[in-house]
């Protein structure tokens, strides 16, 4: 393919490229990716390589299989046959945030505090299932919880190792995307972006961010390389930084610039329809865990999906734009007017 394009005229070399990438999409695991474009003959580059899990660099260490736990209290036929269905008991969500608008007891408030203070596992107290199980007029199953949606809360999902089942409630983000994308070419200057062929519900996930998971230390090393015009596809994997002992330079950074998922094409806006969550399957490593996007309101479909580049929560303000800063372009109501600052 790479010899008939060099060989050919421009815009039959614009061709055969267009049919190369539509046929690596094909290959791309879970529901399809399409590709639309008709601002000019232009198709993303072919050097991107799209993954199904991360891929780890030099100096990067996952925690082992045989560290993973699964719940060993719970299994697939608990009363409504979607496996977990007990929060207080649920060995998967022993670190996930309680759900304290139900701790009611003396004693157990009690109990509450001294966690507050110490910290450590959150076995016996209440908490949430991050997922509906049941449809709703607005939700369906499989879409995050207000409890979740509506915060910075780590989801901790049940995994391989669990008694629970296949079909458990607590299990989603693990099986990869099942909507079908489209990767298209905006008339807005703002290069290629990202759009769903079917409406998405509130809460509804999405797909993951993939790409090289690297050392902090070989971040900035790259980031040292880049010019200021460039993109960054550079994303910390830093939520746990001083909460469990993990310093920021010990954490890792995912890098889904040469390879990755559909993700990669989501562009920025200051009022965004989706958000992304930190997704673990297994609760000890505090260093590896999934970014998983999710519609943070209805999306019907055709429309652009967007996510906060700079993660802030409304109302938050933020720092004066500094020599070096890039324009916002996203056109929101309430754009702050600078991406980077």
Not at 94 to 99: G, R
Not at 226 to 246: C, I, Q, R
Not at 247 to 271: L, P, R
Request: with cysteine.
């Amino acid at each position: 393919m790479t010899r008939i394009a060099r060989s050919s005229k421009v815009d039959v070399a614009l061709t055969y490229i267009r049919a190369e990438y539509i046929r690596r999409l094909r290959k791309v695991p879970g529901a399809r990716i399409h590709l639309f474009n008709t601002v000019d003959a232009s198709t993303p580059s072919l050097r991107f390589k799209y993954i199904s899990d991360y891929v780890l660099t030099e100096g990067v260490i996952r925690a082992s299989s045989e560290a993973q736990v699964g719940c060993e209290s719970c299994a697939p036929r608990m009363g409504r046959n979607i496996g977990c269905e007990y929060t207080r008991t649920c060995e998967c969500l022993e670190f996930a945030a309680v759900d304290d608008s139900r701790i009611k007891d003396p004693q157990m408030i009690a109990q509450y505090n001294d966690y507050l203070v110490n910290g450590g596992s959150t076995l016996g107290f209440p908490k949430k299932f991050p997922y509906f199980t049941e449809s709703t007029k607005i939700q369906r199953p499989g879409c995050l919880v207000p409890f979740y949606l509506n915060s910075r809360r780590p989801i901790f999902e049940c995994n391989d190792k669990c008694l629970c089942g296949p079909h458990c409630r607590n299990k989603n983000v693990q099986f990869g995307r099942i909507v079908e994308v489209e990767i298209f070419k905006t008339s807005s200057g703002r290069g290629w972006g990202l759009r769903c062929k079917e409406d998405l519900h509130e809460g509804q996930f999405i797909d993951t961010y993939r790409g090289e998971i690297i050392t902090d230390e070989e971040a900035t090393r790259r980031e040292n390389l880049s010019t200021k015009t460039k993109a960054s596809y550079l994303y910390s994997l830093d939520k746990f930084v001083g909460s469990e002992d993990l310093n920021e330079s010990e954490s890792y950074v995912v890098d889904g610039e040469v390879m990755g998922s559909a993700t990669k094409f989501i562009n920025h806006c200051c009022e965004p329809n989706c958000r992304q969550y930190i997704v673990s399957y297994n609760k000890y490593d505090i260093k590896v865990y999934d970014i998983a996007f999710f519609a943070c309101r209805f999306i019907p479909a055709g429309e652009e999906l967007t996510f906060d580049y700079l993660d802030k929560d409304e109302g938050e303000e933020m720092d004066e734009p500094g020599e070096g800063a890039v324009p916002c372009l996203c056109g929101a109501e309430k754009c702050r007017k600078w991406l980077w600052t």
